[in-house]
């Protein structure tokens, strides 16, 4: 299993981005896909994930401002992302879970797209 994320790139605080993660590859079974970031020098942060069921859970500083959305016919996981601030400035990352469960923490993720930077400025 390949994900390839795009959309990354700088915007001032306020503004918007949306990110992009397509899987390849043939994934046997139900798997959950989420998006995670990292900021220099901090360890991976969950961001939001979307379970088999539609549910999405959010990470508690982006409620409110990014939304999660699939796109199930190309395999694709969108991040849309809105009311940035400095504090959102990070490689971010998808993920893939295989299995139907949901966890919120980095080490349950079997697959890892190769990242995308996010930079916001003030």
């Known amino acids: 299993v390949q994900l390839q994320a795009s959309g990354g790139g700088s915007v001032q605080a306020g503004g918007s981005l949306r990110l992009s993660c397509t899987a390849s590859?043939?994934?046997?079974?139900?798997?959950?896909m989420g998006w995670f970031r990292q900021a220099p020098g901090r360890e991976r942060e969950f961001v939001g994930v979307?379970?088999?069921?539609?549910?999405?859970t959010y990470g508690d500083s982006v409620k409110g401002r990014f939304a999660i959305a699939r796109d199930g016919a190309n395999n694709t996981l969108f991040l849309q992302m809105n009311s940035l601030n400095p504090g959102d400035t990070g490689t971010y990352y998808c993920?893939?879970?295989?299995?139907?469960?949901?966890?919120?923490?980095?080490?349950?993720?079997?697959?890892w797209g190769q990242g995308t930077l996010v930079t916001v400025s003030s």
């Open positions: 979307r379970g088999n069921d539609g549910s999405i």
């Open positions: 993920a893939v879970r295989t299995g139907a469960l949901v966890y919120l923490g980095a080490e349950h993720y079997d697959y």
């Open positions: 590859g043939r994934i046997v079974g139900s798997h959950i």
